[in-house]
């Protein structure tokens, strides 16, 4: 979590109240704490800049204020967009805990951001990306074995990070999956990524498992879990060797356009994803749409 040496006790204590009810009650993430921590301590610090002290001296003015500022030094659209649901919550959070008498984000529009269609990969690329590994390397049958796992079941790196053993059903080509908030979803991980996978237990794991390891599936070659971070540069790797712009979550978007175009149901490609809101699926249809485009420009003789 952020510090909070910049701010007042006057502000800290509703700020550290309301980070351990996002923790404890709403069980988010800790990135999605310090996301919301980064923020509001940002606005204590434009309220001290004010001579404001006390939450109860904050008026949706004030508010408006903190935020066009935002938008004067730079800040993107989506960036306002997090910023003003991070005020919102806050203050209701202060609110109904009756730190407030009143909400003073309670009128606060969230900017609606444009949505940016995500980068995704042709079949042939992932494909090449999965050929490029060395499975020569120390470790190239854990790498191959995490870009098809990614692919596979289109998860998100920390998902991948936390897949523990008993999380694998093997039987059923499934893994279980705990995505934002905790939240289990049942995703398909189909066989050739489960092969890689058992391949990986059997060829490399086994030689670096122990008591450090506990449940986690993927390891380091110190035997403890993966991080991001090394995630990130098994892609990078990949990425460097084919010529492609990769990152981790373009796998993700792979998965879901892949699935999409081939004609795959929007509401099941949402819970393959884990997201709450279809809407936040619906933007791959957008994707499909284009592919359609392409397909008819392509083939028909009138395009």
Not at 128 to 153: F, H, Q
Not at 190 to 195: R, V
Not at 214 to 232: C, E, F, T
Request: hydrophobic content about 40%; charged content about 25%.
């Amino acid at each position: 979590m952020n510090s909070t040496a910049t701010i007042p006790r006057s502000l800290e204590h509703p700020f550290r109240d309301y980070m351990r009810f996002l923790k404890l009650e709403k069980g988010l993430s800790v990135n999605s704490i310090d996301s919301y921590s980064s923020d509001l301590l940002r606005l204590g610090e434009y309220l001290c800049d004010r001579s404001i002290v006390e939450y109860s001296g904050v008026t949706p003015a004030v508010l408006q204020a903190f935020l066009q500022l935002l938008t004067e030094v730079g800040l993107s659209e989506r960036s306002r967009a997090r910023y003003t649901s991070s005020l919102k919550g806050f203050f209701s959070f202060l609110h109904s805990t009756r730190y407030l008498p009143a909400n003073p984000a309670e009128l606060l529009e969230v900017p609606r951001a444009r949505r940016v269609l995500p980068d995704a990969l042709t079949v042939s690329q992932v494909e090449a990306l999965l050929e490029s590994v060395d499975l020569n390397a120390r470790s190239g049958v854990r790498d191959r074995s995490i870009l098809e796992t990614l692919y596979a079941g289109g998860i998100r790196v920390s998902e991948l990070c936390s897949l523990r053993q008993r999380d694998v059903l093997w039987e059923s080509e499934l893994i279980r999956v705990f995505g934002k908030g905790s939240k289990e979803r049942i995703v398909p991980l189909g066989n050739s990524a489960l092969q890689w996978l058992a391949r990986y237990q059997r060829e490399e794991r086994v030689h670096v498992a122990g008591d450090r390891s506990a449940d986690v599936v993927y390891l380091n070659l110190r035997g403890g879990g993966l991080s991001r971070m090394s995630v990130w540069n098994i892609v990078h790797k990949a990425a460097q060797i084919c010529g492609f712009d990769v990152h981790p979550h373009t796998f993700r978007h792979s998965f879901a356009t892949h699935l999409i175009e081939g004609g795959a149901d929007l509401r099941a490609v949402q819970e393959m994803l884990g997201h709450a809101d279809i809407s936040t699926t619906q933007i791959y249809t957008h994707l499909d749409r284009k592919y359609i485009l392409e397909v008819h420009k392509s083939f028909h003789p009138r395009a």
